[in-house]
């Protein structure tokens, strides 16, 4: 990356775990994102555990994006019947980011083979913030938060406020 596309934009956080069994003493995905984005000194200003329902996905991203700008919603990605975190987000996005879900997939694959493929992991931008939904395995968020969202967030920020 070129170092005059980045702006000096600080990163506020929020996770969102959609999940119909978890709680927040029992997220360890959403903890484990938290961990990380603190390790690279990305400030958590909103977390939550919500139900896969798109009201209450929606309710919470739109919470969620009045502290902050870079947003990883976890879980409800899958294809159960009750996976709709990328109905629920999907219309919002204003630009996708397709690159995003092709690399995680793409990485995914060399740790899991080909079940990767049920993934569909995806990302865009509505109001100058970024969101990502990724599915909510410990190591599918670890992978994801990691070795993609974290070296990128001030990259992808500073191109969705120009």
Known sequence: MKQEHLQPIPVSAGVITVSTTRTRETDTSGNTIQTILSEANIPVRHYAVIPDR???IRAELDLA??????????????LTHDDCTIEAVSPLLEKRIDGFGELFRMKSYEEIGTSMM???AVA??????VVFCIPGSTGAVTLA?????VPEIVHILSHANR
């Open 118 to 120: 049920l993934s569909r």
């Open 124 to 129: 865009g931008t509505i109001k100058g913030a």
């Open 145 to 149: 938060t990691k070795s993609l969202i």
């Open 65 to 78: 994006l009045r502290t902050c700008n870079c947003i990883i919603v976890d879980g409800g990605t899958g």
């Open 54 to 56: 798109i009201d209450a």
